[in-house]
């Protein structure tokens, strides 16, 4: 039973007939009737031609085969031909071997160098997103602590993160008006008949300001906190489409449904009814979704045409 075999629906079935590897190895450690010798789960690609007056068309197939362990590539190949043999269906079939992955040849994944690629840069991009995290939010703690200062003509405020339960208390300050005009007093007045005010007596502290260098910014962009709130952020700015989100969300579940499916019938148990469902109406939103990349470029050229327009 380790073994895979055909189970019918040749012409409408799967590629695969590799059976159990599990219970072929379960099957050589048994404490019940342990087999007299080593059993190993042999993975091998077969091309099987039927007569031409069945179908012209070969076809690939994928079996697994539960032997003993002691056995090479060759005697697989040996063990298939005499299976073919015994069936005296020569005339009416060939088979084929193509390739034979042998147990012997075990898959170590730690050698595999695209393995070690992806684990290296895996742990680049997650000390990238820690160290960008931590940074984001030590910047966002020492801002709280400073002071926030507010200078204009008439007021001076002071408010202080640590201070919340103190409510923030304005006080007048009556500000000399020689100071913004070289010495000199200025007699002119605002027009609702208030004490002008310009903008160099409106004075911000850059305290809350905090001087960030190149890689500074570079580990800022990885931090999972401002990339999730930038995420997550709702508001539509009033200079753009906001139909264009809705486009773009529905694209991209378009192209996620027409992938998913495409990939499931390569592995499903009837590959060949994606032939008979095809002709079905509700397919072709899954057929059809090459329009979904269609839209992205119509998304593109509408902002690039939108931003032009605006500026011009």
């Not at 994944?109 to 995290?133: H, K, N, Q, R, W």
């Not at 008439?154 to 008006?177: C, G, L, Q």
């Not at 008979?276 to 057929?287: A, H, S």
Request: glycine fraction near 6%; proline fraction near 4%; include cysteine.
């Amino acid at each position: 039973d380790a073994s895979g075999r055909y189970g019918g629906s040749f012409l409408w079935g799967n590629t695969y007939w590799v059976g159990s590897a599990t219970l072929c190895m379960q099957t050589s450690h048994s404490d019940s009737r342990p087999p007299p010798f080593l059993l190993g789960f042999y993975i091998l690609r077969t091309h099987i031609l039927l007569d031409k007056h069945i179908t012209p068309q070969m076809r690939s197939q994928l079996m697994g085969i539960c032997l003993p362990l002691s056995c090479n590539s060759q005697d697989v190949n040996h063990v298939i031909e005499l299976s073919a043999r015994e069936a005296k269906l020569h005339s009416q079939r060939s088979v084929d071997v193509v390739t034979v992955k042998s147990p012997h040849n075990k898959y170590i994944m730690s050698e595999d160098p695209i393995f070690v690629i992806i684990m290296v840069s895996s742990s680049i991009i997650a000390i990238f997103l820690i160290a960008g995290t931590a940074l984001d939010i030590y910047r966002q703690r020492k801002i709280a602590k400073r002071a926030n200062f507010t200078y204009d003509n008439y007021t001076f405020v002071f408010s202080k993160s640590a201070h919340r339960s103190i409510n923030a208390v304005a006080v007048p300050v009556k500000m000399s008006r020689e100071n913004n005009n070289g010495g000199h007093p200025s007699n002119e007045s605002a027009t609702d008949g208030s004490d002008p005010t310009t903008e160099s007596n409106s004075v911000t502290s850059d305290e809350t300001v905090i001087k960030t260098g190149l890689f500074s910014e570079i580990l800022l962009s990885f931090s999972i906190r401002r990339n999730l709130k930038t995420i997550c952020d709702q508001s539509v700015g009033a200079d753009t489409i906001p139909t264009v989100h809705g486009l773009r969300a529905i694209s991209m579940a378009w192209v996620i449904l027409g992938h998913t499916c495409i990939v499931a019938f390569k592995y499903s148990d009837n590959m060949s009814y994606r032939g008979v469902v095809e002709r079905e109406f509700l397919f072709q939103t899954i057929n059809n979704g090459a329009f979904s990349v269609d839209t992205f470029f119509f998304i593109s050229g509408l902002l690039v045409s939108f931003l032009y327009f605006r500026t011009t």
